[in-house]
């Protein structure tokens, strides 16, 4: 038995489950082969460097699948073909996900781009604009100073403590879009103004630029009439989302590009791509032995990096089932898996990580999900779990929105790609919903 607090204190670190993978992390696993060979370099980034002409693209996923990891990659790869890009999680800083508009996006990639290029492009033409704004929106920077009289770096400073203020300050959120939303016509064109320059000077024999806002993927839906806020900002205002003068990736919520407008997502951006989950079962209900092996050698690496002398099934995980009942119950989501890792880690008072640990970690899980659910949606997912797939409606969207429905892919014997949906499998062992498959006709 090992018993080092030391040891227990690492691994349980290293099983963050909320920070992605900086590009080249030897933490990282190539999973694209049981993802449905889906691969961001070559769809995505490909594009961008082929194209003439400015691109802007829509990328998606589950949350906490692993989008941010795979995004950074494609920033690496960029950066490696002489793309200058400016990459931010938009929720961090700038954005609340629970109440989100175009403007407060507008605001944020305005920030990020000042903050980034400054030193090599004259940001006179976006602080004119704001110069001009100021007399109204003083007030809500919460400042009484003149802005004429500030220096430059104060003047950008201001600007970033009035974005600050769209995601910290509720009460001052709707007041800000009200003042921006006749402006943000004139804010595009001087930030274009701006972007010009800076192509003009980009560092390190740059020859593109290229802006990567992730995270918008976590904006709440909210129903506005027959309208919701993810049209709003991806359809009613793609025109403005795509006027920026440079490449453009959106991260988007998956839900979006299930709705009755994905049609209209495709003719306004192309062909989306999406993340699916890494594949641990099948369809008929086997265990896929290659994705399994991939989701175990996610905890291997982690673990690895700690303690490479340790068997991972033997001195890590008190049994092989140990490990194997982790990694199905993750259902291939990278952060579920992460997560109940980390939480079995965090039960544990020495190593191996009993089967205990993890079955309350498993368990504690499974409670979260069944409170994500409704009442009348148990049915539905009863009846996704026998014939794996979904139908357009708004309540198998919201289901895929909070992961209790999950998305696989996999190219068949022919090339050809198909896609399949599943209940998470944290929600099997819920007594409601057995009540509901046990009703299913």
């Not at 790869?77 to 931010?88: A, G, I, K, S």
């Not at 809500?140 to 769209?166: C, D, G, H, R, Y």
């Not at 804010?187 to 740059?206: M, S």
């Not at 499998?425 to 498959?437: N, R, S, W």
């Amino acid at each position: 038995m090992v018993n080092h607090t030391h040891l227990l204190t690492n691994l349980y670190n290293a099983f963050n489950p909320f920070e992605p993978l900086p590009a080249g992390d030897p933490k990282y696993v190539d999973c694209q082969q049981v993802r449905g060979d889906a691969d961001i370099l070559n769809e995505l980034g490909n594009r961008m460097r082929l194209a003439n002409n400015n691109t802007c693209q829509l990328y998606s996923g589950h949350r906490g699948g692993g989008k941010s990891t795979e995004l950074l990659r494609l920033k690496q790869y960029l950066e490696n073909r002489q793309f200058y890009v400016v990459y931010f999680a938009a929720d961090e800083e700038d954005i609340d996900s629970e109440d989100a508009q175009y403007t407060d996006i507008l605001l944020a990639c305005t920030r990020h781009l000042l903050k980034d290029l400054q030193k090599i492009a004259n940001p006179r033409p976006v602080l004119n604009w704001l110069k001009d704004c100021w007399l109204e929106l003083k007030d809500l920077a919460q400042t009484p100073i003149e802005f004429e009289s500030m220096e430059v770096e104060a003047q950008l400073s201001q600007f970033a403590k009035l974005t600050a203020n769209l995601r910290a300050v509720p009460e001052l959120r709707q007041q800000i879009r009200q003042k921006i939303n006749p402006r943000t016509v004139t804010l595009i064109k001087v930030l274009n103004e701006f972007l010009a320059d800076a192509k003009k000077h980009l560092p390190n024999g740059c020859t593109q630029l290229a802006i990567i806002v992730d995270n918008l993927d976590r904006m709440v839906l909210v129903k506005d009439g027959d309208n919701t806020n993810h049209e709003e900002v991806f359809l009613d205002r793609s025109e403005q989302l795509k006027a920026l003068d440079c490449h453009l990736i959106y991260t988007v919520p998956i839900s979006m590009l299930y709705s009755k407008r994905a049609t209209d997502i495709r003719d306004i951006y192309g062909q989306c791509l999406i993340l699916p989950m890494i594949m641990v079962k099948t369809h008929k209900g086997d265990i896929y032995e290659p994705g399994l092996k991939k989701v175990k050698e996610v905890i291997s690496k982690r673990v690895r990096q700690i303690a490479p002398e340790l068997s991972l099934e033997k001195e890590i995980f008190d049994n092989p089932q140990t490990l194997e009942r982790l990694c199905l119950m993750s259902g291939g989501h990278v952060r579920n898996l992460l997560l109940l890792t980390h939480d079995a880690i965090g039960r544990s008072e020495e190593l191996p990580i009993s089967e205990k640990a993890v079955r309350r970690a498993v368990t504690q899980a499974r409670d979260d999900y069944r409170r994500a659910v409704e009442n009348h949606q148990w049915c539905l997912l009863a009846e996704v779990s026998v014939s794996k797939r979904i139908i357009n409606d708004d309540q198998y969207r919201s289901l895929m929105y909070n992961r209790c429905l999950l998305e696989y892919r996999y190219l068949d014997g022919e090339g050809e790609m198909q896609r399949w949906y599943d209940i998470h499998p944290l929600i099997q062992g819920i007594p409601e919903f057995k009540e509901a498959v046990a009703k299913l006709p």
